[in-house]
Structure formats: structure tokens, C-alpha cells
């Protein structure tokens, strides 16, 4: 029989307290990954289960090199003929990130499914154990299969697109935003919603580095100082939280061509947690100048452009990064990437 992988990375599923009432003063990562399959009755029953712990860390110090390595471990793991699955226990503050950069580099149709908790492990009600029941539940099922990267909290199926933390301590902190969930685990019965596979038949190179990408939050302000300081520092990519639907101020909409004029890629996103950023067709240069974050928040479209900009650098492309003068005189190299990268929010995003 096929074997199922436990990699452990650390977060709250794996939290312990000294004292089981406390919820909030625990130590997250404290934990083993066998430590918490131990506490999923007859986890191990099935099918035999192989732990790993990869990381032993809360998800808020997740980083890009922790994406390239879980992604590459990941990768190994799927490859291998004895192995049926993969389920991943993280920290929930970051686990839509990693879900996502996996969703876009991981290939095979083999289920992946990452789970995490609100509740330390030692806490008297703790939904870790249930959550990790219900991963190990949804990995086993072919209809699992096929459907990318997902995501399984508090008995709600998620995509990795689609999910995203709406709540700070709610049990329910979980949410598909504008979307529906994939599905539901009631009393160990599974159920699929949606029918579309979320599979992607060409996934984005896994790169060994990641280019620097930041985010800049909108709010009511007339300061460029965070979009300069950005582009003083050198980073290849800015992503803009605006406040609504990608829209500018003056001054914001200065700074970030500005920001393109050196060569750093600019995207439009929306900190509104729910809806879509398109081109505004109204301002003549956007569509040129910025790509439009589509339906992905800025933490996930700053994955996808980290990402696209590493396989444009790796396909030989020009480096960005280089002065170019603006607005009347882009380069023809400059409109093609944005479009080529536009191309890519609009299939993913
Ligand atoms: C973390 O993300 O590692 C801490 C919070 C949590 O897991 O819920």
C-alpha cells in the first residue's frame, strides 16, 4: 500500500502551554509531527503514514528560502512511487503564502493538502487533532486528486487561491473570500463543491532565488517615502495594497512610475480582501506601466511576481532594474514584460 507524508514545519497545531487552559501565553513549534499524529485516533490505521519535520517554526517566520526548500522536499516526495500524498502542518499566520507558492511550482496530480490550528495542542478543546484527521481523510480520497494545492481547516476544503485568513482568533479563522469553499468534512464524510480540477498543467519554475518583492500598503496619505526607500533599496518588484480597486492617488500613482522608470516592476492590488484589480482602461499608461493584481491579494501577488520575475531572469532575459526613461520614451522591452507577466495574472490570479 502507498504511503502518506507528515511534514511538520511548526505553527500553533503544533503549540504547548504550560498549562492546558492557557490558549494565548503557549509556545507555537513545540511539538513533533509525530507528536501531533499520536494525537489523531487511528491516524496511522489506514495506511501507513511517514513523518518528517522540515521546519520547527511559527509560520511568521516562514520566509521565501523556507518556500524553495518545502517546495523542493515536497517535489522529491510526490516523485517517489511509493508515496500516495502529502499533508503539511504549518502555522496558520502565513499558510495561505505557502499554499499558494506551492499551488504554482509543485507538479503532480498527487493530492498536497496543508493544515494548521487556532488552538496550542495542549489546550483542552484544541482543533488541531480534528484538522489533522480531516487532512489525513481528504489526502486518502481520489477525488483529491487533480486539484492542486488545497487547504483544510475547521472542516472546510480550500484552494490554495483562493484561501486567505479573515479572522485573528476566531476558529473559524478561515475564509475563500469573494469565492466558495471546494468543499466540506462533516463526521468523516467528504464532500466536493466545486468540480473543476486545480491542477495547473504548466507550473512556474521552481527557482533556487527568489527577486526581491515588497509591499507597500495604500491608505488616505500624500507620502511617497515607502515606495522610494523601496527603490533606493533596490528591490525588483513593488506590489501596491491599494485601497480600493488599484486605484492611485497623485502622488502614489508618481512615485510608482517613477519606480517602473528604474525598472522595478509594479502590480496592482487591492487591500479590500474580496474582488477583483483590473486595468484601468481610463488611464492610458496603466496598462503598460502596471500589471493588475486580478483576484489575488497583495501577499499572493507578490508570490506570483517573485516568481514570474525569477523565470524571466532564468529565461535570459534583461535584468530589470535598469533606468529607463518615462512616460514618453519605454522601452519596447519594458511594454513586453509587463504584458508577458499581465498574461500571467490573468491566468493565475
Ligand atoms: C503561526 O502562524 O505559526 C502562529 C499562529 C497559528 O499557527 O495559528
Known amino acids: 500500500m502507498k504511503r502518506l507524508i507528515l511534514l511538520g514545519t511548526g505553527g500553533t497545531i503544533a503549540g504547548a502551554s504550560a498549562h492546558a487552559a492557557d490558549v ?15 494525537s489523531v485516533p487511528h491516524g496511522q490505521a489506514l495506511q501507513p503514514i511517514e513523518t518528517e519535520q522540515l521546519f520547527q517554526i511559527g509560520s511568521e517566520d516562514m520566509t521565501p528560502a523556507h518556500w524553495c526548500t518545502l517546495a523542493q522536499r515536497t517535489q522529491a516526495l510526490l516523485e517517489r512511487d511509493d508515496v500516495a ?56 480520497s481520489p477525488e483529491a486528486q487533480y486539484r492542486g494545492v488545497l487547504v483544510v481547516m ?22 475563500a473570500g469573494a469565492a466558495q469553499p471546494l468543499g466540506r468534512i462533516e463526521n468523516h464524510h467528504l464532500e466536493f463543491f466545486a468540480l473543476a480540477p486545480l491542477h495547473l498543467e504548466e507550473p512556474l519554475p521552481l527557482a533556487d532565488t527568489l527577486p526581491a518583492v515588497e509591499i507597500v500598503y495604500g491608505y488616505a496619505s500624500d507620502s511617497r517615502v515607502a515606495v522610494d526607500a523601496l527603490v533606493q533599496a533596490g528591490v525588483q518588484g513593488i506590489v501596491y495594497a491599494a485601497p480600493g480597486s ?37 488611464e492610458a499608461d496603466d496598462a503598460r506601466l502596471f500589471i493588475s493584481a486580478n483576484s489575488l491579494n497583495p501577499q499572493k501577488a507578490r508570490i506570483l511576481l517573485m516568481l514570474a520575475l525569477a523565470a524571466e531572469r532564468d529565461r535570459g532575459n534583461a535584468p530589470r532594474g535598469q533606468e529607463v526613461a518615462y512616460p ?5 522591452h519594458l511594454t513586453m514584460d509587463v504584458t508577458r507577466i499581465q498574461q500571467l495574472f490573468d491566468r493565475l490570479g
Open 24 to 38: 494565548d501565553g503557549y509556545t507555537p513549534a513545540a511539538l513533533t509531527v509525530e507528536q501531533l499524529l499520536a
Open 85 to 140: 500524498a502529502v499533508v503539511i502542518t504549518h502555522g496558520t499566520d502565513t499558510l495561505e503564502e505557502t499554499a499558494w507558492f506551492l499551488q504554482l511550482v509543485l507538479r503532480s496530480a498527487k493530492p498536497v493538502v496543508l493544515v494548521g490550528a487556532m488552538r496550542p495542542a495542549t489546550a483542552p478543546d484544541a482543533d488541531g487533532p480534528r484538522n489533522l484527521a480531516d487532512a489525513l481523510l481528504l489526502v486518502r
Open 154 to 175: 475547521g472542516g472546510t476544503i480550500f484552494s490554495a487561491h483562493d484561501v486567505t485568513k479573515r479572522f485573528a482568533g476566531r476558529i473559524d479563522a478561515f475564509t
Open 246 to 282: 488599484g486605484t492611485l492617488s497623485v502622488t502614489m500613482r508618481a512615485a510608482l512610475c517613477d519606480a517602473v522608470a528604474r525598472g522595478v516592476s509594479v502590480v496592482r492590488a487591492s487591500r479590500t480582501g474580496a474582488g477583483r484589480v483590473r486595468a484601468h482602461t481610463h
Open 328 to 332: 514618453t520614451h519605454l522601452t519596447t
